[in-house]
């Protein structure tokens, strides 16, 4: 069942002679489940279109739509909203709030609209990570792997219909790196859900079942590994 369309998406940034087309009319379609890896050097637009994809920004041209949501409609009030229940982000850095026990911001989105968590999905999601013993920690009481797990367990507390990952593993060393990629195949495999990573290193890229390579804008590859 497909849970993502991308429909000619096209994003030009400056103006006159100092135009940069980032995205050069992206069609995509990504079906509930997958793990996908989306590869590609700096500036190849990966990042902008990550941003897009999480209702962060807007395409020039073109249509992206989520989990039968066309977010081309949304105001910035609804596509705040539609971010924080339908898409769950994790980026380099891990972006926790320094007073916040590791509980308190694995919890902040559903705080936000004021929602009880369901427990066994909360210990389900915090024993896959890995982090159940981690709970009651601060930030700066955790590693970088460990941060960036609370980080992963924050995107998917509320059942995203799309985990988008920007760079997860670029702040971290080899050892963490791979904790991390295992972890977001856990979170495919174990909770079904929905990923698409944004990468450099094709060493992770290489994790995911299917790897689409960018380069100047456009989709040059689309490769089905398993």
């Known amino acids: ?3 993502l ?3 000619g998406v096209r994003k030009v940034y400056g103006f006159g002679g100092s135009q940069v087309t980032a995205l050069d009319g992206i069609d995509l379609s990504v079906n509930r489940g997958e793990f996908v890896a989306v590869l590609g050097a700096s500036g190849s637009g990966k990042s902008t279109l990550l ?3 999480g209702s962060v920004d807007k395409p020039d041209a073109g249509k992206v739509i ?3 949501t066309d977010l081309s409609r949304l105001s910035p009030a609804q596509a705040a909203v539609f971010r924080r229940r339908k898409v769950g982000l994790v980026y380099q850095f891990y972006n926790l709030i320094p007073t916040l ?3 308190k911001n694995i919890l902040m989105p559903l705080a936000l609209d ?3 968590p369901d427990k066994e999905y909360f210990d389900k999601i915090t024993g896959s990570l890995g982090i159940a013993d981690k709970l009651g920690a601060l930030p700066n009481q955790l590693s970088g792997g460990q941060q960036q797990r ?7 507390i509320y059942r995203p219909a799309l985990l988008l990952a920007d760079e997860p593993t670029g702040n971290l060393d080899q050892k963490n790196s791979r904790e991390v990629a295992d972890m977001l195949k856990l979170s495919n495999r174990n909770l079904e859900q929905t990923i698409l990573l944004i990468t450099h290193d ?3 890229a290489m994790e995911a079942e299917r790897v689409i390579t960018l380069e100047d804008g456009r989709i040059i590859s689309d490769e089905r590994r398993r």
């Open 1 to 3: 069942m497909e849970i």
């Open 5 to 7: 369309r991308c429909e």
């Open 51 to 53: 941003h897009i994809l």
């Open 66 to 68: 989520v989990d039968g």
């Open 101 to 103: 026990t590791a509980e």
């Open 114 to 116: 004021r929602k009880k």
């Open 150 to 156: 609370v980080a992963i367990a924050r995107a998917l």
């Open 202 to 204: 094709e060493k992770i």
